[in-house]
């Protein structure tokens, strides 16, 4: 497999944030900020490309925040609780049916020259 570029890694998580939303619990449990840390302490491209790896990969995990999309949105019923919409991603149909994220998919996450 040919090594991901900085430019590419920037254009393939613009095209899946831009498209689909940022990852499910971005600045949750993700914790987003730990990698803002990571880049201060070494702020490179090869570490900014790295982390813009590691952010498609955990968004593949876990998938879409948004919460017409993602398997895991919770909001604040009318009785003040918290329940869980219950409204699933589905991951295999989007793969199958968007070629540039099957390509993205291939590329990051199984390592295949796209």
Same mark, same amino acid.
């Given at each position: ?20 939303? +940022? ?16 880049? &201060? ?9 790295? &982390?813009?790896?590691?952010?498609? +990969? ?42 540039? &994220? ?13």
């Amino acid at each position: 497999m040919s090594m991901i570029v900085y430019a590419e890694a920037m254009k393939m998580r613009t095209y899946i944030w831009e498209t689909y939303g +940022c990852a499910y619990d971005y600045c949750g449990g993700y914790v987003a900020d730990e990698e803002f840390e990571k880049l &201060l302490a070494n702020p490179s491209k090869a570490m900014a490309r790295q &982390l813009l790896i590691d952010q498609i +990969c955990y968004w593949f995990q876990v998938g879409p925040e948004d919460s017409t999309k993602a398997p895991h949105c919770w909001y604040e019923s009318t009785t003040g609780g918290w329940g869980n919409l219950n409204t699933e991603f589905d991951m295999k149909f989007a793969l199958a049916n968007d070629p540039e &994220l099957k390509r993205i998919y291939r590329r990051v996450v199984m390592g295949a020259d796209a």
